[in-house]
T-cell receptor, first 114, second 112 residues
Framework: DVKVTQSSRYLVKRTGEKVFLECVQD?????MFWYRQDPGLGLRLIYF???????EKGDIPEGYSVSREKKERFSLILESASTNQTSMYLC?????????????FGPGTRLLVL | DAKTTQPPSMDCAEGRAANLPCNHS???????VYWYRQIHSQGPQYIIH???NNETNEMASLIITEDRKSSTLILPHATLRDTAVYYC?????????????FGTGTLLAVQP
């Protein structure tokens, strides 16, 4: 079974702090994704990566950056956390390209920024 | 924007089959139908996907109409643990982006 793990289930940070969210997958997947999920807005793609050291902006990259130094690990960084970044953050991974590959999700990190 | 329409909620008795409908009347020939579910406060879980043929796996069956404008996800023997929001998604094969677009989904409540 594919396993995608996220470093924390719940996280509380203060405004202005630098926040690191870690995601690790154990299936040698090429593709990794970061989404955020908010009530009424569904899942929105923040960043994704097709390979090590590669990254692509999603729909809402502002205020975020990512790092993919190893194939199995994809980190989401909030350079200076703000209250509007309070959300559920979901990491996903998949194998293959374009459309038919299945994305597998981690359990999510619920971030509260005070 | 989501390209699918689902009822907001459904009930099902435990042990009975749950049939979740999805309308995707504007689906294109190269778009797959995917189903995911999300149990409260957890990440979405992949269930099944298909193009035009009916599909079955250990979790569910997917029935796609001949004109591909709608589909039904069938959970053959629903249990309380199947209570979740079920999302029907259409995805382009060969598209430029791999993002998933989740609509509002169907909240399936399995009753004891």
């Amino acid at each position: 079974d594919v396993k995608v793990t996220q470093s924390s289930r719940y996280l509380v940070k203060r405004t202005g702090e630098k926040v690191f969210l870690e995601c690790v997958q154990d299936m040698d997947h090429e593709n990794m994704f970061w989404y955020r999920q908010d009530p009424g807005l569904g899942l929105r793609l923040i960043y994704f990566s097709y390979d090590v050291k590669m990254k692509e902006k999603g729909d809402i990259p502002e205020g975020y950056s990512v790092s993919r130094e190893k194939k199995e690990r994809f980190s989401l960084i909030l350079e200076s956390a703000s209250t509007n970044q309070t959300s559920m953050y979901l990491c996903a991974s998949s194998f293959g390209r374009a459309g038919q590959e299945t994305q597998y999700f981690g359990p999510g990190t619920r971030l509260l920024v005070l | 924007d989501a390209k699918t329409t689902q009822p907001p909620s459904m009930d099902c008795a435990e042990g009975r089959a749950a049939n979740l409908p999805c309308n995707h009347s504007t689906i294109s020939g190269n778009e797959y139908v995917y189903w995911y579910r999300q149990i409260h406060s957890q990440g979405p879980q992949y269930i099944i996907h298909g193009l035009k043929n009916n599909e079955t796996n250990e979790m569910a069956s997917l029935i796609i109409t001949e004109d591909r404008k709608s589909s039904t996800l069938i959970l053959p023997h629903a249990t309380l643990r199947d209570t979740a929001v079920y999302y029907c998604i259409v995805r382009v094969y060969g598209g430029a982006t791999n993002k998933l677009i989740f609509g509002t989904g169907t909240l399936l409540a399995v009753q004891p």
